[in-house]
């Protein structure tokens, strides 16, 4: 019963920017860990950007600094801003959000933490 859907995904060129997003259907994210993981052709998937209950972030080192992720628990959504977009980053952009029962205080990145993951929104980034 409870959707993860992602949207917002897209080709760019090196250097451009690009936010994709995500909703949660029938279920309270607001004490939940939310996050964004991306996995790559022939790569493992790896949590790129994380946020607490508390507002707290953590990124993976090869977005920090380009990436910001952000929330709205009222909206039950979860946004990924991606800024000077390199090749690198083209991948299967997935959602991924904790139970709501965590009462996350951490901002994970690792997989094990998640629960409800949605089917991902492509990102190309071309040179």
């Known amino acids: 019963q409870v959707q993860v859907q992602e949207s917002g995904g897209g080709s760019v060129q090196a250097g451009g920017s690009l936010s994709v997003s995500c909703r949660i259907f029938n279920y309270q994210s607001s004490t939940s860990c939310m996050a964004w993981f991306r996995q790559a052709p022939g790569k493992q998937r790896e949590g790129v950007a994380a946020i607490g209950v508390r507002g707290n972030t953590n990124y993976a080192g090869a977005v920090q600094g380009r990436f910001t992720i952000s929330n709205d628990y009222a909206a039950n959504s979860l946004v990924l801003r991606m800024d000077m977009l390199s090749p690198e980053d083209t991948a299967m952009y997935t959602c991924?959000?904790?139970?709501?029962?965590?009462?996350?205080?951490?901002?994970?990145?690792?997989?094990?933490?998640?629960?409800?993951w949605g089917q991902g929104t492509q990102v190309t980034v071309s040179s």
């Open positions: 991924a959000i904790g139970l709501a029962t965590d009462n996350c205080l951490v901002a994970p990145l690792e997989k094990e933490y998640y629960y409800y």
